[in-house]
C-alpha cells in the first residue's frame, strides 16, 4: 500500500520567510518514482509548483523559479521542498504526487497547509 505524508507546513509565515516541505513516501521508491508537489489554493484549481524524474530531472512552475527547489532524500525515501522568500500568493494546501516510472496510477498525499502572511 502506498502512502505519501506531507509535513512541514502549518502555522503562519511572514512573507519573505522560508519553508520547508517533506513527502516521505512508503510503498513506493521515490528515486524510481515521478514525484510532483502540487498546491491548491482556496477556489483555485489545483496547479503543479515542482516535479522531479525518476532521472532526477526537476521542473518548476513559473511563479516559483528561483525560489523553489524539489530534491529527493533516497535514504530516507523523502522528496523536500524547500520554499524561500515566500509570498502571500503561495498561501495554499500543498499536495505530493508520485507515479511509478512507466505506470499511469498515481498517488497522492493528504495536503499539507501553507500561510503566508503579507
Known amino acids: 500500500q502506498v502512502q505519501l505524508v506531507e509535513s512541514g507546513g502549518g502555522g503562519l509565515v511572514q512573507a519573505g520567510g522560508s519553508l520547508r516541505l517533506s513527502c516521505t513516501a512508503s510503498g513506493i521508491t521515490v528515486s524510481s518514482s515521478h514525484i510532483g508537489w502540487y498546491r491548491q489554493a482556496p477556489g483555485k484549481q489545483r496547479e503543479l509548483v515542482a516535479s522531479?524524474?525518476?532521472?532526477?530531472?526537476?521542473n518548476y512552475a513559473d511563479s516559483v523559479k528561483g525560489r523553489f527547489t524539489i530534491s529527493r532524500d533516497n535514504a530516507k525515501n523523502t522528496v523536500i521542498l524547500q520554499m524561500n522568500s515566500l509570498k502571500p500568493d503561495d498561501t495554499a494546501v500543498y499536495y505530493c504526487?508520485?507515479?511509478?516510472?512507466?505506470?499511469?496510477?498515481?498517488?497522492w498525499g493528504q495536503g499539507t497547509q501553507v500561510t503566508i502572511s503579507s
Open positions: 504526487n508520485a507515479r511509478r516510472r512507466f505506470s499511469s496510477l498515481e498517488y
Open positions: 522531479i524524474s525518476a532521472g532526477g530531472n526537476t
